[in-house]
């Protein structure tokens, strides 16, 4: 059979297998829709994706009587919604960067953007648009569309043949931590800002907050840039989060055609329909919180541009604010690693973690100090732990493979540093230790490899050197 016969025939079945088994109905629209997610596994990966995006966004926000207030609030909003019987959860998050975002099963909000709302409509309007996007499936549409242009890869093989093969195409297990990186389109965005107004005025909320929840947004990411420094330019995280957005007067003109376009409504939220006088009482404490949090943000910012006196003095103001915040003491325990006082760095990670026990960020910091000490078997216990709070913090995945490896557990090492390796090729060290685990099981071939990429990323370090080492001992020339 001549190949592209065999080509043709894998395309046919393929467009088969779409066709007869990956037709949905849509929750929104009653209309069909191409589908390769199923809903069970829509709520895997979100069930996967949120302890990592929870700690990437800094930890839950730790205030029980707010959440016993806001967490109701969503929860109307997710039993109007489409898609009721889908599991729930809701968390605020102990950032001061602005965002919000919905998944299957998870719903959350930062104190960052939180803290700006004026009144509890507009809570709801940014809530409502976040479920909005969990109600039309749009994670899965994305996943969706990723897995039609990947699919080119596999149509040679004849995989798509049965059913369990979704699974395969899909990379389930290494899709849940990466859920927030698939950009929605204008029009998804749109539609959920027409399903949140519409949820709104269901709920008896005045859906003209919408606009002014719009408002706020731009108005929270302005203070977050103040705080740290920065305006508004391409290329910073800020603007990465709202590259899909439709512009904020076009969204905003958009929005109020969608108002008037709603079936009649009653408003029957306090104030108006605004509900302000028990938001801004439930939320006072946040807000005087999140003030406090302003040096320790700038702090953040020096620490990460190596301006360790700097970052000291905005967190001696933090601190001198408001002791009783983990992540202050966390990253004082961080500028004492990289000023070698691993003794202080500890005090400071455990008083971190005698505030809020389970403080992942702490955790990793004892781990990365018993393994400035050699006590390495102590970091595989913290690390081991840090990674079932946060399974895709980088830092831990690489101290857990150099934890195994400076123990000469080199098999053991491998899968930890081969994870961190395609994520980060251009670590200095990370080649290096590859090669030695490599060559130390009999995989020498993937031992020059590494070895050779080594002394690419950089060849003047002790890796670099050990690298070359290492090829001259195999009888390789350095390429």
């Given at each position: ?373 050699g006590r390495y078997r102590d970091a595989l216990v913290h690390f081991d732990k840090s990674l079932k709070l946060f399974p895709a913090h980088a830092g831990t995945v690489l101290g857990m493979g150099k934890s195994h490896f400076k123990l000469g557990q080199y098999r053991e090492a491998l899968p930890y540093l081969e994870s961190f390796a395609s994520a980060y090729p251009r670590h200095p060290e990370v080649h290096g230790m590859l090669g030695l685990c490599y060559e130390s099981t009999g995989r020498l071939r993937e031992a020059v490899q590494s070895y050779q990429r080594q002394l690419e990323v950089a060849p003047e ?19």
């Amino acid at each position: 059979m001549r190949p592209l016969s065999v080509l043709f025939r894998a395309a046919c079945a393929c467009a088969a297998f779409l066709v007869l088994s990956s037709c949905a109905i849509s929750p929104v629209t009653g209309k069909p829709e191409l589908m390769l997610v199923s809903q069970q596994q829509e709520i895997q990966l979100g069930k996967e994706a949120a302890p990592s995006l929870t700690w990437g966004y800094g930890g839950r926000y730790r205030d029980e009587e707010l959440q016993r207030y806001l967490e109701p609030i969503v929860r109307r909003i997710w039993e109007n919604s489409e898609r009721p019987d889908l599991p729930f959860r809701f968390a605020t998050l102990n950032t001061s960067v602005p965002n919000a975002f919905a998944l299957p099963g998870y719903v959350a909000i930062t104190r960052g953007l939180l803290a700006e709302f004026d009144n509890e409509a507009q809570f709801v309007a940014v809530m409502g648009h976040e479920v909005g996007h969990v109600a039309a499936r749009h994670t899965a549409k994305a996943l969706t569309r990723r897995t039609l242009q990947q699919l080119g890869l596999v149509l040679g093989g004849a995989v798509l043949a049965d059913s369990g093969t979704r699974d395969v195409v899909l990379g389930v297990g290494a899709l849940g931590s990466s859920l927030l990186l698939l950009k929605f389109s204008r029009d998804q965005e749109l539609q959920a800002d027409r399903l949140g107004v519409r949820y709104m005025a269901e709920l008896g909320y005045d859906p003209r907050q919408a606009v002014q929840a719009h408002e706020r947004l731009m108005v929270a990411v302005d203070d977050y840039l103040h705080r740290i420094g920065e305006k508004r330019r391409e290329g910073t995280i800020i603007e990465a989060l709202f590259s899909t957005h439709p512009r904020e007067s076009v969204r905003k003109e958009e929005i109020r055609d969608m108002i008037g376009d709603l079936p009649p409504y009653q408003v029957t939220a306090p104030q108006g329909g605004t509900g302000r006088e028990r938001f801004i009482e439930k939320t006072r404490s946040l807000r005087e919180v999140h003030q406090a949090y302003a040096p320790y943000d700038r702090a953040v910012k020096y620490y990460g541009e190596g301006k360790l006196r700097e970052a000291e003095a905005e967190l001696k103001k933090a601190l001198a604010t408001m002791e009783g915040q983990a992540p202050f003491h966390n990253l004082y325990g961080m500028l004492m690693l990289k000023r070698d006082s691993p003794e202080k760095a500890r005090g400071y990670f455990e008083r971190a973690l005698a505030l809020y026990p389970d403080y992942q960020p702490s955790v990793y910091g004892l781990g990365l100090v018993a393994m400035s000490q050699g006590r390495y078997r102590d970091a595989l216990v913290h690390f081991d732990k840090s990674l079932k709070l946060f399974p895709a913090h980088a830092g831990t995945v690489l101290g857990m493979g150099k934890s195994h490896f400076k123990l000469g557990q080199y098999r053991e090492a491998l899968p930890y540093l081969e994870s961190f390796a395609s994520a980060y090729p251009r670590h200095p060290e990370v080649h290096g230790m590859l090669g030695l685990c490599y060559e130390s099981t009999g995989r020498l071939r993937e031992a020059v490899q590494s070895y050779q990429r080594q002394l690419e990323v950089a060849p003047e370090n002790d890796m670099g050197a050990l690298a070359r080492e290492r090829l001259a001992a195999l009888g390789m020339t350095p390429s």
